[in-house]
């Protein structure tokens, strides 16, 4: 056996007896700003170019419109808008990442993706509550890297949240 492969074995096995709170203990780790986050990965359906969307009338800011997925008509939100997180800016870097949550697609515009990171139980530390400026009900928590830090976001409960309104409530 390889060594590449001996550490993916293991890599693989230490992250199946991991917390169950994490699912799966991979994240895409995607940048809004300066910022990093990550997902859980068995949520990304795909990764796309940004292109234009169809704007919805009244639709709320950070929803950007929506987009034809090969006959799929997909919602798509613009995170740095929904994060307060200043003017978007829409350049080769921006992507879409079209999420498959509760059988529902939605697609979610961040500056870039950077990679996909695998984080033991021991690596997520809980979210520090920060009053009324930012609600943390919608993060797992953070994952500490070496020198880097994840904000590692609930996806599920982010999006099927009320004041998204783009999935139904999960039970």
Not at 138 to 164: A, N, Q, Y
């Amino acid at each position: 056996m390889s060594q590449s492969t001996q550490l993916a074995n293991e890599t693989k096995s230490s992250a199946q007896e991991g917390n169950s709170d994490v699912a799966g203990n991979e994240f895409l780790a995607f940048t809004l700003g300066n910022e990093e986050y990550g997902i859980d990965i068995l949520k990304v359906q795909e990764i796309r170019g940004y292109e234009a969307v169809t704007r919805i009338a009244n639709a709320p800011e950070f929803l950007k419109g929506v987009i034809n997925l090969r006959g799929i008509i997909v919602p798509v939100v613009d995170m740095r808008i929904k994060f307060n997180l200043g003017s978007p800016t829409y350049d080769q870097f921006t992507v879409v990442i079209i999420l498959n949550i509760e059988g529902r697609i939605v697609g979610m515009v961040v500056d870039s993706v950077s990679d996909v990171t695998t984080l033991l139980p021991s690596q997520v530390r809980p979210a520090p509550e920060m009053g009324t400026t930012f609600s943390t009900d919608f993060l797992i928590g953070l994952g500490t890297l070496e020198d880097r830090m994840l904000i590692l976001v609930d996806i599920d409960k982010l999006m099927s949240s009320p004041e998204m309104g783009l999935v139904d409530q999960l039970a």
